[in-house]
């Protein structure tokens, strides 16, 4: 192995291009990104929200920049932006597909699965406290680097989420196992679910996502990721695994979240 990919293997304080990770992935691992979607405007929320113009043209090129690998298997949730970056991933990379319209028309297929557990309710153990919580800040967003970060947490923040650390380990054992991973798998998932996951990867060092701490101000996207951005778990065949801040972005940090 490169000093480089031993270099990118050992470290989880910085973000790291999601295609150098990928040839540093050894012979008798396997791999999966759990990233977010690709870019959409601000008022593009809910199930039916759609990428824009960019985030196609992200997902394209993302594929594009993965054609030389084998197959990929792809997970995403039930809202329309994840399984349209897949479809787009897809186009790019030039792989057959079973779907070729969205909403698609299985939850579950030889190359796809759509989940819940990508989703942000995957941490909050009571809803009506992960609410109150919520409410304490003037951006909902805030609660999900707030509780991933802070150890003095609210009554209601600590009664409204789980653990985090403990969260992110059950996922990775529930998931990425050895023997239930696909060789490459891209899992398209949403920011508030990514946020507590990379504060855990990290270590709460270095990469600054304490958006709790800057809601307020005008550089408050300075401190949340960007889009296609997440980590890849690298697992081998004794189901140890590696866990590594990535982005397919430039900037691994959202910065601009576009308007309309």
């Known amino acids: 192995m490169s ?33 977010r979607h690709a870019e959409r405007n601000k008022s593009s929320t809910g199930t039916e929200g759609r990428l824009n113009d960019n985030g196609r043209e992200q997902s394209v090129t993302l594929g ?24 787009k991933i ?25 989940r819940t557990d990508l989703l942000d309710s995957y941490f909050i153990k009571d809803e009506s406290q992960a609410n109150a919580c919520k409410n304490q800040h ?14 003095d947490v609210s009554r209601e923040c600590q009664a409204g989420f789980y653990d985090v650390d403990d969260r992110i380990q059950e996922f990775i054992k529930d998931n990425f196992t050895y023997s239930k991973m696909h060789d490459i ?4 998932s949403h920011d508030q679910f990514l946020i507590p996951f990379i504060i855990s990867v990290c270590e709460r060092n270095t990469i ?32 140890q695994a590696i866990t590594i801040p990535v982005t397919a972005m430039e900037d691994p940090y959202l910065r601009v979240f576009p308007e309309k």
């Open 64 to 87: 594009e920049r993965l054609a030389p690998l084998g197959p990929i298997y792809f997970m995403h949730t039930k809202v329309y932006r994840t399984m349209e970056t897949v479809l």
């Open 3 to 35: 000093t480089e990919c031993e270099n990118i293997r050992a470290t989880r304080d910085q973000f790291h291009q999601l295609t150098d990770v990928v040839n540093c992935v050894m012979e008798n691992e396997k791999v999966a990104y759990v990233i």
């Open 208 to 239: 600054d996502l304490r958006f709790h701490k800057h809601e307020n101000e005008e550089s408050r996207y300075d401190y949340w990721i960007n889009y296609l951005t997440g980590v890849a778990i690298i697992v081998d065949e004794n189901d």
């Open 185 to 188: 798998t891209i899992a398209i």
């Open 138 to 151: 003037s951006w909902s967003w805030s609660a999900y680097s707030y509780f991933a970060y802070e150890e």
């Open 90 to 114: 897809a186009e790019g990379k030039g792989q057959e597909f079973s779907e070729s319209s969205i909403p698609f028309t299985a939850t579950s297929a030889d190359d796809h699965e759509q």
